[in-house]
């Protein structure tokens, strides 16, 4: 089982990125998904996530309006459009599968990660 994180990079502030989390071994539409960012000295924090079955969504309040979780079954695939992005949003971003049935804010809830991919917001 892995999970790949992809689409991270450099961008200025007002920016747009889409990370991409790809899964072998998993179908990620039968497990909840979340992706969470760690900014240097600070604790790892989910910024979104979607249930599986529902597909319903929840974000973090620094990130709302901003944003937006979705899913592509058929490549199996869970993506994290970010749009106006803000320098405080640079981090390591992480996808990870959960196989809850409500998107958890608590990373010891969630049973495969990616390993990270790099956003760096200039100012």
């Known amino acids: 089982v892995q999970l790949q994180a992809s689409g991270g990079g450099l961008v200025q502030a007002g920016g747009s990125l889409r990370l991409s989390c790809a899964a072998s071994g998993l179908t990620l539409s039968s497990y909840t998904m979340g992706w969470f960012r760690q900014a240097p000295g600070k604790e790892r924090e989910i910024v979104a996530g979607i249930r599986k079955s529902v597909g319903s969504t929840v974000y973090a309040d620094s990130v709302k309006g901003r944003f937006i979780i979705f899913r592509d079954n058929a490549e199996n695939t869970v993506s994290l459009q970010m749009d106006n992005l803000k320098p405080e949003d640079t981090a390591v971003y992480y996808c990870?599968?959960?196989?809850?049935?409500?998107?958890?804010?608590?990373?010891?809830?969630?049973?495969?990660w990616g390993q990270g991919t790099q956003v760096t917001v200039s100012s």
């Open positions: 990870a599968a959960s196989s809850t049935m409500y998107v958890s804010f608590m990373a010891s809830y969630y049973n495969y």
